[in-house]
């Protein structure tokens, strides 16, 4: 028999889905569920992205688009980033992607060789480390736990790009945690950042609209402008929109990057569809006021979970600031028993949880911290309180 390349080996299946998927087939069996899996909106775009999208179906020429994006995205982006605060860009310091996630596909196929190595911070999106391991690179995992709010400080960072890393990817706010790095300590991590000139800098930023509390987004391009040369901004539609399933993710950064992921681009997608890049365009340039009322309500939301947490004894929470995540430390229940069941790790306790009372939580060593668990807080309110109250009564029936 032939055999599967060596790279499919090393791609896991999502833990995430693992999660929604059982939830899925107890909801079918009648169960009552409620789902804090899921980290995806829950929200339509706005009326204006579906008129631009019926208006280009309606003269569509069917043909292959721009390897880089169509003048009209280019130019709707630009303006948007440069509302966020990236100034000085050009058409040819962007390019796209079908979604954030093939954009970083891309990227990292544009800059690692095999063997190269990438960090990142421990909580980490799942798909950083598939990516480095499909491409071969060398993952340095930078572990920020509970007590330093899972943020990654700057004698870590200076520890680890001492090593001569080939790619530093940062994600900002955070997916899972929630943590929204400030001014402040994007400042010190640029700092450290400008000493080392040989690393790639990635920001993955999809959810730069989802701030809360008045700490406004930052990118470390702000604070030390000659990073620009070496620094990579990812964007998407997918979260800012409420579009995940539209699949618009674009970068702005070095002409040199851009131009090689437009060349990826040739060779793996040719173009993302008229219609699609008409959406992505009324998105970007149509009126902002769905993303900033979704972010007034995500915060509102966040407010609830914190509270509920707050009253679990033993569950400790640093309180996210963007995003729609919380990413309690529930190591506090690990060694003891829920109705018999022992629970030694994250995985037990959300298995046991999901069983017992319904709740759909994902373990957090799924995002390299084992400690911990993700609650994606993005269904309805109506949901919130009672799903958060079955969290406190498994707590409370641990033995
Ligand atoms: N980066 C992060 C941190 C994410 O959470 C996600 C989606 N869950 C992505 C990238 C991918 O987004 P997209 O839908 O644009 O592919």
Known sequence: MPQLAQRVGR??????????????QLKAAGRDIISFSIGVPNFLPGEHVYAAAREALSHD????????????????FLKHIQALGFTGYGRMNLSIGIGAKQVLYNLAEALLNEGDEICFAAPYW??????????????????CGPSQHYKLTPEQLDGALARRPKVFLFNNPSNPTGMVYTREEIAALAEVLAK???TWIVTDDIYNSMVFDGLGYHNFV???PELRERLIFVDSVSKTYGMPGWRVGLIAGPESVAKAVTTLNSNHITSVPEVITAAAVAAFSGPQEIPQAKCREFAGKRDIVVAALANIPGLVCPRPQGAFYAFPDISAAFGKSHNGARIENDVDFCAALLGAKGVACVPGSAFGEPRAMRISYT????QLEPGLARIAEFFAELS
């Open 222 to 224: 702000f604070a030390r």
């Open 126 to 143: 799942t798909t950083y480390r598939d990516i480095a391991d499909i491409v071969g690179a060398q993952a340095n995992v930078l572990h």
């Open 196 to 198: 080392y000139p040989d």
């Open 11 to 24: 791609a896991k299946p999502s833990a995430i889905m693992v999660i929604a998927e059982t939830a899925k």
């Open 61 to 76: 020429s069917g043909q292959y688009g721009s390897n880089r994006g169509s003048d009209a995205l280019l130019d709707a």
């Open 379 to 382: 269904c309805p309110t109506a």
